[in-house]
Structures are given as structure tokens and as C-alpha cells.
């Protein structure tokens, strides 16, 4: 399987995480995907022992080299148009996410997805982190009964962000950069996109000179069963934490209430309060998407997801942007 | 002082947590407000050293003993008229939250309010927990900077809910109810009460045969300022949880977090992480009105507070019953 990447913007660093659990994939072609230096991405390839041919314009590279899959990262606002390059061309995404920053982006995408032979997935990569795996799996075995209420959480260090963070055109805003991981979640312990509506909210001001990137953001999901789900994110976390964010899910249901807070499940049911131990998940994102595709077994996430999730993302945005209700 | 109570059904105990700091106040009259047997009331008092006149006409009673405070504890759907008559005799008003089960009830409130010379607050007892009172005190200080995201919780357990629980009419739901103390959180930590909008969600399927009680609910405020805040309620709190609720505040802003859940305080800042040991407030809820009133010194709560309290749960709910966001 021949693989190729554009940029290294986010999180292309997945791609290496697990490109060893799958030599059938050969990293051919490498292009930044803009005006950015490529020698970081060259470096990184060398480390994994590939030595891709490099190339100034990446579509150039699609046609050349005719990838069976192609890592996408290269800058935000790009994101949709070279997804659609690359369905035009049958080629298998992986791609950061958000997918697209805008909705006739994304409504660009699903055309082009449907004429195309190829598969798609963003980088949900914390659907493999071993706390939100377990707790996930606890959940649809029936460990709170039926899922009532979801609430989520996204707390970030701010740091410092490099310049493309501070303008919505090149950022895309918080609600899908940050707010995405938490509206995964959704998606992946309810395990359906049966949106209603949402509302949002977000603050730009005291962000610390970040221009337009807002440095919280808030949004609260009516799903069509009832289930409420809510989605806190901020850029707050003081630079002294101990960890760069704190992820959090607390899922309530008719039998009981689960969370998931620093790296630690804790159940509480009929029989009271447990602490579940996060196992190891058997997969990680690249990899399973790879053993997907080659037919091995289904991967954890899906085009449908992907498409529901960014959706679910800039319609939150939309509602932050207008403060009216937004409905699916 | 003198002071007559009307009914039990929710938290007038409130009085007799402090009754003894207050020896200025007199237990003169109790009355059940409606049809409730009064021995309960009664037996109640009788521990507390008094040994009230009992009416059956609650009004009779405000009329021949003519006192200068009112507990209003009665059944709920009736807060607003019993808070109303009170106003018209100027006799000050310690009432179960919510104080209304309606806005047009709020505003007939709001107009009696206006033309008398008594006050009122409503039972936001959490206030005076150890933990909130001392995290709020914190947070006024300034230890977490400027506040710009609030995220509340409060979940109970279910239990037996007697049967004016199952009923909008006489229960008034759980946004106002449940919800309420969370809202008054926001009012509280944030000081201010310059609510933009709110959008509320709720649920009354698999509640358990409770009727028409929302098993859960959550909410989202937009404040002018900019702050966002939610709320998230529930009664999904497992019977063999260690407490009946699990309480929770977490505030993030430009220089800090601050926690309280579980009755701890935890702050990360500049310095990392520390835990802020609670320390016993000064004051408790109906002594603390008592002393106001008398002029001794400001009490946490006033009549400002109680009406925008009281008016943020009813359009929480309004948006929640109506699925669109309510501008206040």
C-alpha cells in the first residue's frame, strides 16, 4: 500500500505511531502542501527508515506517484479541497480533522465521497487512548444502563500557537479544532449521529493576543432519543498543570454513572463506586485504518462518522457564530 | 423577631440549623399552608424550645399574629401567592426556592415586591457550603483571574419522590428545582447577574414512573460579559453512591482553574496544583438573613439576587419546553 503525506500542520505523527504494525505500507511521496519548510517531515521519514520522494505541489505527487492512500495535514483551509483531490482520484484520507472548515466545504466532500472508491477518516485519534477506549467499550456492553446525559470536556495549555491559530480562515475556530475530540466522544460511547440540534457558545476576547481564536467555547447537543450531551473546551489550562489537557467524559445512564478525569475510569452502579482499569486497546488509529481498508477488520471509526463529526462541529460553530439554535 | 412558617415540604429545616444564633427570633405561628398534617411541624418546633399557635388558614395567621418574617415552605406551585400576601404586610420572606413556578408568577412577585417594605431570599443553602463558600471567596479574591467559563453540575439520587414531584403543576420541574442551586452558583462565583441568553435541554423519558419529572436537564448561559456557563443536572445518581449529590463547580479563567467537587477545592495556577482546605463559613443561610435584615451586617443573598435567580431557572426552562434560546 502505497502511502503518501501533505503537511505536518497537527498530527501526522499518528501515521508514524503505528506505521510498523503494518509493513505492507510503503511511505512513497512527501509534499508540505504549502510554503512551509519540508525538511522536519524529510527528518521524520528518515527516522522510520523511508527516504519518499519530495515534492513542491502535492497534487503533482498524487498524479505522479498514484498513492492507494494519502495523509492529509497540510494547512487547515486546505484540508477539504485536497480531500477532494484525492477522492477524484480513488486515493484513501487520512486526514486531520476537522475534514473541512466550512459547511460547503464539507457538503463539497460528501459529493465527491460519493462517486469515489475511497474511504476516509479523521485524526479522532483520542478514540484510542486506553481510558476512553475501555470506558467506551464498558459503556456499550451496558455499564450505565441506557445512556441519558453526556457531558465533555477539553481543557488546553495555550502555549504559544503558531500565527495560522490566529485568524478563523486559516484555524477554523475552537468548537472544531478542539471541540471535535469532545464531540467524537458523542459519536463514539452513543455510538449514533442522531443529532437534533445545539446551541453554542464561544468567547475570542482575553485570548492572549491569539487574534481571532477563541480561547473558550461551549455547546449543548438535543439528540432526537433525548440524550442531552454538552461539550465545555478552553485554552485555560495553566502552563504549570501537570499534563497538557484534561480530557473528561461523564456519561449517565439508567444504570449508572461512568467517567472518565485524568487517565482514570470510575463507575458508579448498583454496586457502587469502582475504579475500571484502562487496558491497552488492540489498535491504534493509523494502523486500523490500514487493516480496515485491507479488509483485516472494521476500524473504529468510519466515513459516516467522519462526515456526522465535522458536521456536528460546524454546526456548533454556526450556532456560536449566530447565537441562534442550529438543527440538523 | 417574630416568625411564623409555613409548610414543610422542602428545606425549611434551614431555619432550625440556626435559630439558636438568632435568639431574637420568636417561633410564633406554623401553619401546613395546605391540606399536610402539621404534627411533623409541630414536633419539630417543640425540639427547638417552641411551642407555636397552629392555624389552618395560613393568611389568618399572617393576619392576627402579624409577624415580621415568613418562612415559606408550602406546597410549591403556591410560593408565589403566599410570597405575594406576605409583601402586601410587609413582613420579610425566607422562601423555598424556586419563589415562582411561573414568569407571570415572578412578575406579580416582582410588582408586590416593588411596593413593600420587606425582603426576600430563597433557600440557596449551597451557598454556605463549606467548600463553595470558601472556593467563591477564592475565586472573588481573584485566584483564577478573570472568569470566563463556568461549568456547574448537580446530580441526585432519585429515591421515592413524593407524588407532587410528578407533576409540572405542582413540582415545577427540574431546571428550577435541581437546577436552581447550579444557577445560583453562576450568580454567586460570578457576582453579576448580566445573563445574555440560555438554551436548556431536557428529559422526562425513563424516569423511573416519576410522571411528568425530568430525569435530567442541562442548560447554557451566554453572559454579556462574554463568560459562558452551563448546567448540567440529573437525578441518575446511583442508590449506592456514597452521597446523595455530587456537587460540582469548575471555573477557568485567565490566570487559573478552580475546582469544587466531592467537598474539595482544588486550584491549578501559575504555582501548579494545590488543594484549598473549606473553611467553616461565618454564617448560615437564615441567620445570615436575620442579621441583615437587623442591620448587622450584608447577608450573601438579597432580593436582587432571589428575582434574577429565579427568573434565569424559569427561562432556562422556558428554552428547555420550547426547544429555542431565550434572551433575557
Redesign the interface.
Known sequence: MKLCCIGSRGHWGYVFESLREVPCVELAGISSGCEDPIDKMRRRCADAGFTPREFNDWRNMLDELRPDMVCIDGPFEKHAEMCIEAFRRNIHIFCEKPIALTLSDLERLEQAAASSKSRIVSMVGLRYDPAFYTARKRVRKGAVG?I??I?C?K?YKLGKRPAFFHARATYGGTLPWVGSHAIDWILFFYGDADFH?V?G???R??N?GNGDME??????F?MKS???A?V?T?Y???????THG?DRI?I??????LEVSGGKITL??????SEIVPEMPDRKLFSDFVLDIEGVRPGLVDNAATFALTRACLLAQESADT???VFF
Not at 485555560?236 to 501537570?242: E, F, Q, S, V
Not at 449517565?252 to 454513572?257: C, F, I, L, R, W
Not at 458508579?268 to 463506586?273: Q, Y
Open positions: 441506557k441519558k446525559l457531558q470536556q481543557s440540534s446551541f457558545a464561544q468567547s476576547e482575553d492572549f480561547i473558550t467555547a461551549q455547546c449543548l438535543r433525548g440524550v442531552i454538552s465545555s478552553d485555560l489550562r495553566p502552563a504549570a498543570a501537570p484534561d461523564r449517565a445512564g439508567t444504570g449508572g454513572v458508579i452502579d448498583a454496586n457502587g463506586t447565537g441562534k439554535v
